[in-house]
């Protein structure tokens, strides 16, 4: 049975509870992180959200003071990685590495299940934009662009070219550059991403790719690849004779693979301004940089969560119009 609380006022209990609550409850704001975080990346080891996700990971434990587990999900173009993240406790333990392929192109490709993407996250900032790059099996006769474009015409429907999943940027700037360039091959989209895809190509499984320049530059001068193009708004200094699709003849292609922090849409405020301070710091840490430029990524952030909030949406919007132009069936 419980003890009777006689001659005390009601009010004196709530009182005394709530300064011994309020306390514990400024504590636990402050104490975040309160032990290891995951950080989700929907996409196979080798590419280029992995190749971002670690090198990261280091430099945000360090300042967190917690350790990060980077646990790769890779599968359905990044929807079982994300729907993993969404469904996670919504406390800041849990960070989704989201990027243009997962969040940007995933709503209007599979409006069915991602069409409300936003609604599951709240955005804390991007932290990186990689390059795309078309290359080629290294065995091809081509060493230019307007050579293989003329190869794929006397092949019309026999290559096909591997892409890093139906719904990736580079898989889609590829089909786009094939429609513009009045060439048809057939994509072979890889569940392990533009790690995977880059492999296909290397072996000669598939005759070319378009996927980021961090997954092509370590095979540039061995010759198991030629890189004929790259998707950028300028050259690149890793490959510096190497022309932009910019100045071959298509001004659309100057779209990069960006990469971004999420959390499940619940996350306190508190922990979503913590973060954003923190990502933002380490983005730009001079460590960080250094491993970027070996890739020829770009350190970017957002100057604030809203921003990156509207990023996204506007992301949603430009290729769901590509989508339609391209006649591409969604899901």
């Given amino acids: 049975m419980m003890p009777r609380l006689s001659r005390m006022p009601l009010v004196v209990l709530p009182i005394a509870t709530a300064l011994m609550i309020a306390p514990h409850a400024h504590g636990q704001s402050e104490a975040y992180p309160s032990r290891p975080l995951r950080m989700i990346i929907p996409f196979a080891p080798g590419g280029a959200s992995d190749f971002a996700g670690r090198i990261l990971q280091p430099k945000l434990a360090e300042v967190l003071g917690q350790q990060i587990v980077v646990d790769n999900r890779p599968g359905a173009a990044g929807n079982i990685g994300v729907e993993a993240a969404a469904k996670a406790t919504p406390d800041g333990h849990t960070l989704l590495l989201g990027n243009v392929s997962a969040m940007g192109i995933g709503p209007g490709m599979f409006p069915k299940l991602r069409a409300g993407v936003l609604s599951e996250f709240t955005p804390i900032s991007l932290v990186i934009d990689v390059p795309g790059a078309l290359a080629i099996h290294g065995g091809l006769a081509p060493n230019n662009l307007k050579e293989f474009i003329a190869y794929a015409q006397q092949n019309a429907g026999k290559l096909n070219f591997g892409s890093a999943g139906a719904a990736s940027a580079q898989g889609m700037a590829f089909a786009y ?44 001068s061995s010759g198991k690849l030629k890189i004929l193009a790259v998707v950028s708004k300028e050259r690149v200094k890793a490959l510096p004779q190497t022309p932009t699709m910019i100045e071959l003849g298509y ?11 999420y959390v499940p849409r619940a996350t306190p405020r508190a922990v979503v301004d913590r973060l954003f301070k923190v990502v933002t710091q380490v983005v730009h840490d001079p460590w960080i940089g250094e491993r970027y430029a070996k890739a020829s990524a770009q350190q970017i952030t957002s100057k604030s969560p809203e921003e990156f909030a509207v990023f996204t949406k506007e992301q949603n919007a430009f290729w769901s119009r590509i989508i339609k132009d391209l006649g591409i069936q969604t899901f």
């Fill in 177 to 220: 550059f094939a429609h513009k360039a009045g060439i048809k091959l057939i994509e072979v989209p890889y569940k392990g991403g533009a790690g995977a895809a880059t492999v296909a190509t290397i072996s000669g499984e598939v005759a070319a790719t378009m996927v980021t320049t961090a997954s092509v530059v370590p095979h540039a």
């Fill in 251 to 261: 001004p659309e292609l100057d779209l990069g693979s960006w990469q971004g922090i």
